[in-house]
């Protein structure tokens, strides 16, 4: 059995679902520092609330071109506790009642592969920052308490893609979320129901103004729910709507929340009730464009490892939103997870060998 293998299995053993990171968080530091890395842990534990901060790790190197930074998170999500790998016809699955936990363990294992192959193998590489993150499944928690200057690198490449190595995520969207609460007044719906305002209809007609589901290729809009009222002889004097806006272009993606914003207070004016809206930017979105040098670096490096490259944008966000706000180059790059966040994931043991070649190749690579 390879030995990329083995540490991929001997980490989806390691149960990590989101906030409990702490073992796999050990194991991945160990690994790092038998490797030869400089290994330490933030302090983001109270702003998380895991029970482990960020394993931050620095692999001194002296080939030109600046730091890669490679990124994977520690946590899984549910159910994730009592994997029982079972590795058939060179696929990894479940033994059915769990993820895998590919998602993102692959990364993991891939990484501490590289890195154990450029100590072994000697020779000139690029010094490489290694950020693995907790709580990514529970919006992005971990990587947004990291400070900014423990993500500094010159590109940083986020292994948390689904398809296979060689696909590079190029885009993700801006993301807002919000959740507004409509306010009417209560009255008997058969006695007097004039005197009522009822903050279910506000909503309704709110949603009824918006644009709603794809509205371009890059962007889209949901309402996520809807609560409200008490019984059905009362007129609903609240009703509580959470929705979100996405796109590529962060102008309009601004331009998308202005918009949903109007219609709410719109609808809550003209039936005589009021709304209060809290928006939350949920993270930023990043584009990087095809001749740039970080996207040129995984395509040399696909070239030299025989693995044929593809760039495409998404809709979802990742940890590589936050890096790109902090001001990094950053991408995602496949990784050959299969069916994630479900009983069926599964990971084909060529892809994580493929990925693991593909970092050392781009660590050799300079720019
Ligand atoms: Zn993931």
């Known amino acids: 059995m390879s030995r990329v293998l083995d540490t991929f299995l001997d980490l989806v053993r390691i149960p990590s679902p989101t906030g409990r990171e702490a073992g796999v968080a050990a194991y991945v530091a160990d690994a790092l520092r038998e490797a030869g890395c400089a290994v330490r842990v933030d302090d983001t534990r109270e702003a998380t609330g895991a029970d482990t901060g960020n394993v931050i790790a620095d692999l001194p190197g002296s080939l030109g071109g600046g730091t890669i930074a490679l990124s994977a998170h520690m946590d899984c999500v549910q159910p994730c506790e009592g994997v029982e790998p079972v590795v058939s016809g060179g696929v990894v699955r479940s033994a059915g009642e769990t993820v895998l936990g590919g998602d993102d363990k692959v990364g993991l294992a891939a990484i501490i592969e590289a890195v154990r192959r450029l100590a072994e193998q000697g020779g000139e590489h690029r010094p490489l920052k290694l950020l693995l993150t907790v709580s990514e499944e529970a919006g992005l928690l971990g990587a947004k308490a990291l400070a900014p200057a423990d993500a500094a690198a010159a590109l940083c490449l986020v292994l948390d893609a689904d398809g296979p190595v060689g696909g590079i995520v190029v885009g993700a ?47 889209t809009a949901n309402i996520g ?39 709410m207070a719109d609808a809550a004016a003209a039936a005589g009730g009021s709304v209060s809206v809290e928006w939350e930017h949920a993270y930023p979105g990043f584009t990087a464009p095809a001749d740039s040098p970080e996207v040129r670096l995984v395509e040399r490096s696909c070239a030299a490892i025989g693995v044929e490259s593809r760039t495409y944008t998404t809709g979802g966000g990742s940890d590589a939103n936050v890096f790109a706000g902090y001001g990094v180059p950053t991408l995602v790059l496949g990784t050959g997870m299969t069916n994630v966040h479900s009983t069926d994931e599964c990971l084909e043991v060529l892809q994580l060998e493929r990925l693991a070649d593909l970092l050392v190749a781009m660590a050799r690579t300079p720019e």
Not at 179 to 188: E, K, N, Q, Y
Not at 189 to 218: F, N, Q
Not at 238 to 256: H, K, N, P, Q
């Open 173 to 219: 969207p801006s993301h807002h979320t919000f959740t507004a609460t409509f306010t009417g007044r209560a009255a008997h719906a058969g006695v007097e129901p004039e005197k009522g305002i009822s903050a279910i209809t506000m909503a309704a007609d709110a949603i009824s103004r918006m644009r709603l589901g794809r509205i371009d290729p890059h962007s």
């Open 225 to 263: 729910s809807i609560n409200g009222g008490t019984a059905t002889n009362v007129v609903a004097p609240s009703c509580v709507l959470t929705g979100e806006c996405r796109s590529l272009d962060t102008a309009f993606a601004e331009a998308i929340r202005a918009d949903m914003d109007a219609a």
